[in-house]
């Protein structure tokens, strides 16, 4: 069976920065052995797979190891691939997800994702994971990731992770955010996933729903700048409403081919 294939860079203006995802549609859903198996082979951080049912898109994604509950930038990547390669008419795209039905909003190239608000509440960290950071949080937090506050966007750059204590534990799906205020924008951050493949994701919409919701309180305001400093840099805007976050970035298209399947 031939199948489509779109690599895209989500969350930048610029080729080879944000994070890239693969894309690939598909009439019908093929057994979940063989999406891991392409998932695999695209080696990236998401790859999202979906199928166009009329008035919705069925969307779901994949990183090597496992299907996610939730993924921002493959959404992205998805809905970059439908309005600028497919020709999508429509200036807003719904998606059946795990998470429920995501909605994403298109206006002069930029990505307007509406997703659920996850406010961290106060928490401990695993000792495990406190010995692999080679910096301690001032803050401790946690949703469905944990997440870690620091004083400074320095503090963010400088943190390094001993993978061989982090690998020890098990967050599926989950993994742990670091963010401190930024220097230049609201507020700057960086996510580790345990027992990834790629240990660092440049850029994590997913994320930012308990990052908009945490910096939107401390700082008095809805509205908000963030960067994600990885070394491939991810740029979002973004909106607090209450029960709902609105995650907004540009997309690049990378390549576009095909792939094979047994």
């Not at 199928?51 to 930038?73: A, N, Q, S």
């Not at 061989?164 to 963010?179: D, S």
Request: charged share 25%; net charge negative; aromatic share 8%.
């Amino acid at each position: 069976m031939k199948l489509e294939l779109y690599q895209i860079d989500a969350f930048t203006d610029k080729m080879f920065g944000g994070n890239p995802a693969c894309v690939v549609p598909l009439n019908n859903w093929l057994p979940n052995e063989i999406l891991m198996k392409i998932t695999r082979e695209n080696a990236v951080a998401e790859t999202a797979f979906f199928v166009d049912k009329g008035d919705k898109i069925h969307l779901r994604w994949f990183t090597p190891e496992i299907e996610m509950d939730l993924c921002g930038h493959a959404t992205l990547a998805t809905a970059h691939c439908l309005k600028s390669i497919l020709k999508y008419p429509k200036d807003k795209i719904i998606f059946e997800t795990l998470s429920g039905d995501l909605t994403v909003s298109i206006k002069d190239d930029l990505y307007s994702l509406d997703f659920p608000s996850r406010m961290p509440i106060v928490s401990e960290l695993p000792e495990i994971i406190q010995k692999s950071l080679n910096i301690q949080a001032k803050e401790v937090y946690k949703s469905r990731d944990y997440m870690l506050v620091y004083d400074t966007e320095q503090d963010i750059k400088n943190i390094k992770i001993d993978t061989q204590l982090f690998n020890k534990i098990n967050l599926n799906p989950g993994g742990v955010i670091v963010t401190a205020k930024g220097e230049k924008c609201d507020f700057v951050s960086r996510f580790f996933t345990p027992q990834a493949s790629i240990l660092e994701d440049p850029v994590t919409g997913s994320a930012h729903c308990s990052l908009i919701p945490f910096w939107s309180l401390r700082l008095g305001k809805d509205e908000l700048n963030a960067k994600q400093i990885s070394e491939r840099v991810g740029m979002l805007h973004c909106v607090n409403k209450n029960d709902r976050v609105i995650i907004s970035g540009k997309a690049k298209t990378y390549s576009i081919g095909s792939l094979w399947t047994e």
